[in-house]
């Protein structure tokens, strides 16, 4: 069975650049959340996406976005990109929207910005 | 706002036992999970606690007091392939979940 999938793997810009990162939930998984995480930091709520509607959004700048498809994938969209937002870019996805549900990560997608 | 707090690192040998402690004082309350995440990977699910109570699964084992805001993982008959980062993470809502900064667990032949 196939996992939550990320692409791409690794991603090095540049300063003000935008970048768009892709998310693959498990199939028949309704519900896709995006995190960042920070070298030796635990990850930070970015959205969550449920039936591809934006449900939940955590303390990040409007240079943030992201969207659901039909299908449920998901991209994460970051403008006018800083050194800061330099991180592990992890996707995580859930059958519902509901807490207590487990979430089920990707691999990451490791951005780099130069 | 989410408080999560865990040691940063914990260092033990082979075939010993470790406990991680994570404190918490958070908006909300659904349950707690643990999470591994080796260098490099995705987190990948251990444990989730609801009740108080302690709760068993193989060589790990995970506890939760929530009138005390406090959860533990003991990771019994440690193995080198234990070597990892051990997150915590509340889920206080209905839509995500609030990390601590991870603990960093070495294990040492």
């Known amino acids: 069975d196939a996992g939550v999938t990320q692409s791409p793997t690794h991603l090095i810009k540049t300063r003000g650049q935008h970048v768009t990162l892709r998310c693959s939930p498990i199939s028949g998984h309704k519900s896709v959340s995006w995190y960042q995480q920070v070298l030796g930091q635990g990850p930070q709520f970015i959205f969550q996406y449920y039936e591809k509607e934006e449900r939940g959004r955590g303390n990040f700048p409007d240079r943030f976005s992201a969207r659901q498809f039909p299908n449920y994938s998901s991209e994460l969209n970051v403008n006018a990109l800083l050194l800061g937002d330099s991180a592990l870019y992890l996707c995580a996805s859930s059958p519902t929207r509901g807490g207590g549900t487990e979430a089920f990560f990707g691999q990451g997608t490791r951005l780099t910005v130069v | 706002g989410q408080n999560i707090d865990q040691p940063t690192e914990m260092t033990a040998t082979e075939g010993a036992i470790v406990q991680i402690n994570c404190t918490y004082q958070t908006s909300g309350f659904n349950g707690l999970f643990w999470y591994q995440q080796h260098a490099g990977e995705a987190p990948t699910f251990l444990s989730y606690n609801v009740l108080d109570g302690l709760e068993e699964k193989g060589r790990f084992s995970s506890f939760l007091s929530r009138s005390k805001g406090y959860s533990y993982l003991l990771l019994k008959e440690l193995q080198m392939k234990d070597s990892a980062s051990y997150l915590c993470?509340?889920?206080?809502?209905?839509?995500?979940?609030?990390f601590g900064a991870g603990t960093t667990v070495t294990v040492r032949a």
């Open positions: 993470a509340v889920d206080s809502n209905d839509y995500k979940l609030s």
